[in-house]
């Protein structure tokens, strides 16, 4: 994949397919009987997709050795930074009706919104430093150390989905164990000494 | 690993610099179709339209008192009914599906005939009612209020009768103090109980003063028509002052019981889900607010009210128990 250039404008417009197709349903009615809660849950979705596609890029790289996947994370986390602000202002909007005043109280209440929204504040530090000239500024390591707070987003995502609904989990138990997967191999790899992980490309070299 | 280049090309064999491009550009385009359809076939799969809703057969129905004793006795609330389209689209109906949008579409042609229902337990007469005899009790149109507890309500004008007009047939004994209700079980035609998400069959309960007051009744259609299978057909129970799912659908079982009977939402979340389940907007909820509701089809809040606005005619009932240890 040498066309990167070409590839980035690809995903960006694939990563608004779902906006535009949320804004065509909308406009033609054709979100149901209570198109609050539809857009809500849809942004919602779209915000732990984005999420786990930019958590499953550092994985998928390793395994493969495609590097050229790192180019995209950025995309993808922002993507989900994205739609997780149309989450929460559908939320605030639609919900609250900018009743500001209405909302400590409807989050200390419902345990769910406080971690949904606190996992979206932890995105904005991340979302804010994304840029090339704030990793030269903060540095790669204090960066990467900053841009770990994606793990807790994952988590609060999910256990927010969790804690939202009534008894069918079986989605947010998928997302769950998919980030499971994606976090678990990174903490394995941390602690797999790194003279075993040269074990596996040494299948390879042999000639 | 050092890439070989052949220098005996002939100028002919070279690819025009033009052509080049074109093809380039066309892979380009392939490449942003076959992609954007994926996505898009990849969206629509997670999140699709609402079905079309089914027109139903016409119910004839009577009209037992004059309008303002209608409006007084609240078998009529004079509010702007919710459009059939939602009603026949957005239920929460966890035998066919989960996903309220998706209900009526896996509700699709629920054989509803031939159909009974067996009213038993403490009574002297106990009795298998086949669905025609149902609907041969007088049929009334009654404009409710339903409020579910996710926060959301809707105002439904059902066809139906009175449970205590079926109750009265079977004569219930003087022990019997609770009504319990049971939804039909079979997972070939209700394919959700398949699977785990609640413990099946369905059933409810409420107390025999709750069951015997005049605007319990039992649907069996709404706006005029015989009602839509995802709406609980051919037969539901209706009890406008609980929350949604206190009215149990597609009911093939009705006992007379002794003691409070297991309640299935109550069971699967004791500490969320009450007996009772009266609408009360005093009783948090840990997932939704139960201060306020949307009214399906409008844009505002609404400020959600006691016994969802039939405290004037069912508040009695609870007289001296405490709502908020009995929610």
Request: contains cysteine; positive net charge; proline residues 7%.
């Amino acid at each position: 994949m040498k066309d990167t250039r070409f590839a980035k404008v690809l995903i960006f417009i694939n990563c608004l397919i779902p906006l535009a197709l949320l804004l065509w349903d909308t406009y033609r009615k054709q979100v149901g009987a209570n198109p609050l809660e539809f857009v809500t849950r849809t942004t919602g979705m779209l915000t732990i997709v984005f999420l786990l596609l930019s958590l499953t890029v550092t994985p998928l790289r390793r395994i493969t050795g495609a590097n050229w996947l790192v180019k995209f994370r950025r995309m993808l986390g922002l993507y989900a930074f994205f739609y997780g602000f149309l989450h929460l202002m559908t939320y605030v909007s639609f919900d609250r009706f900018f009743n500001l005043k209405s909302i400590p109280g409807d989050v200390a209440q419902r345990p769910f919104i406080a971690i949904g929204m606190l996992s979206f504040f932890l995105m904005v530090p991340v979302a804010i430093t994304s840029t090339n000239k704030m990793v030269k500024r903060l540095g790669g390591k204090r960066w990467n150390r900053l841009h770990k707070l994606t793990y807790l987003v994952g988590v609060g995502g999910v256990l927010h989905y969790w804690m939202l609904v009534k008894s069918d989990t079986r989605i947010p138990l998928t997302f769950g164990f998919v980030l499971l997967v994606l976090l678990g191999y990174r903490l394995v790899m941390k602690y797999t000494p790194p003279s075993e992980k040269r074990v596996t490309p040494s299948l390879f070299s042999q000639r | 690993m050092a890439t070989k280049f052949r220098d005996n090309v002939k100028a002919s064999e070279i690819t025009d610099y033009k052509v080049y491009l074109n093809r380039r550009n066309f892979m380009r385009g392939a490449a942003l179709l076959a992609s954007g359809a994926a996505t898009t076939f990849l969206y629509r799969k997670l999140n699709p339209p609402p079905a079309e809703p089914p027109k139903g057969q016409k119910i004839e129905t009577v009209t037992t008192q004059p309008a303002d004793n209608l409006a007084k006795s609240g078998f009529t609330v004079n509010e702007k009914l919710t459009p059939f389209e939602d009603i026949s689209n957005y239920n929460n109906f966890y035998e066919f599906s989960t996903d309220k949008r998706e209900v009526a579409g896996e509700a699709k042609g629920f054989v509803t005939r031939p159909w009974a229902v067996e009213v038993g337990g403490l009574v002297n007469k106990p009795k298998v009612f086949d669905l025609d005899e149902l609907l041969k009790f007088a049929q009334e149109e009654r404009v409710y209020r339903l409020r579910c507890v996710e926060g959301w309500s809707m105002v439904i004008p059902w066809i139906g009768f009175p449970l205590s007009k079926l109750l009265e047939k079977v004569e219930p004994t003087s022990q019997a103090r609770y009504v319990s209700f049971q939804t039909l079980l079979d997972p070939n035609r209700m394919p959700n109980q398949r699977t785990g998400v609640l413990d099946w069959p369905y059933v409810e309960g409420l107390r025999l003063d709750e069951a015997m007051h005049p605007l319990a009744i039992l649907a069996t259609g709404l706006y005029g028509q015989v009602l839509p299978p995802q709406d609980g057909a051919p037969i539901r129970l209706v009890v406008p002052w609980k929350y949604g799912f206190k009215s149990i659908k597609s009911v093939v079982k009705i006992n007379l019981v002794a003691d409070q009977p297991p309640t299935t939402w109550s069971a699967e979340g004791p500490s969320e889900y009450g007996f009772y389940s009266n609408v009360n907007p005093h009783v948090n909820h840990p997932r939704w607010s139960q201060a306020t509701e949307h009214r399906i089809g409008e844009f505002t809040g609404r400020p959600t009210l006691m016994f969802n606005g039939y405290a004037d005619q069912v508040a009695r009932l609870y007289d001296g128990m405490d709502l908020r240890v009995n929610f």
